[in-house]
């Protein structure tokens, strides 16, 4: 497996990775990208800002994620919280969960964790549904501490959402 910089290669994987979460979401009865978001615009301009990775098997991504170097302005309202200052904010992080890869999930934050350190980050900050119970899981198995509720747009909808951190 090697953690590495998404290109416009990886674009048929991340779109089935899409559609694999939007279903699981879905069918574990969680409101959260079931519209337009994320779609292939974003994809395409998070690779093209040099921010997207991907964890590849045998040439094939099977997990993808955004890593923000920038504020999260919806986080601000909890800034007092947070304790790092050099962190990357993950956005649309998904997994391949149909058994591509054993513990698909742990292996992909296992490798953003060291990638970060490596990078001399001293967190990261990622939200999510509070109904994702899968995200909310992992999150907890890596021991990210619970922030607070922020408030999102999706696809133009005010969406609450739970914000984390994970000191290095």
């Known amino acids: 497996m090697i953690f590495r ?7 048929y994987d991340i779109e089935k990775l899409i559609e694999f979460s939007r279903t699981s979401l879905k069918n574990d009865g969680v409101d959260q990208w079931q519209k337009t978001n994320p779609d292939l615009y974003l994809i395409n301009r998070q690779i093209d800002e040099e921010c997207a990775y991907v964890l590849d098997l045998d040439e094939r991504a099977f997990a993808y994620a955004y890593l923000s170097k920038n504020e999260e302005p919806t986080y601000k309202v909890w800034e007092d919280k947070f304790e790092g200052d050099k962190y990357f904010v993950i956005h649309t992080l998904m997994v391949d969960g149909g058994g591509v890869v054993e513990k698909a999930g742990s292996k992909f934050i296992e490798a953003i964790i060291d990638f970060s350190k490596k990078n001399l980050k001293d967190s990261l900050r990622i939200d999510t549904h509070k109904d994702n ?3 909310r899981g992992l999150l907890k198995k890596y021991n990210f501490k619970e922030i ?4 999102i747009d999706e696809d133009g909808i005010p969406k609450d959402r739970i914000c984390y951190e994970l000191i290095l």
């Open 5 to 11: 910089k998404a290109s416009k290669k990886d674009i």
């Open 133 to 135: 119970f899968r995200m």
């Open 148 to 151: 607070g509720i922020i408030r």
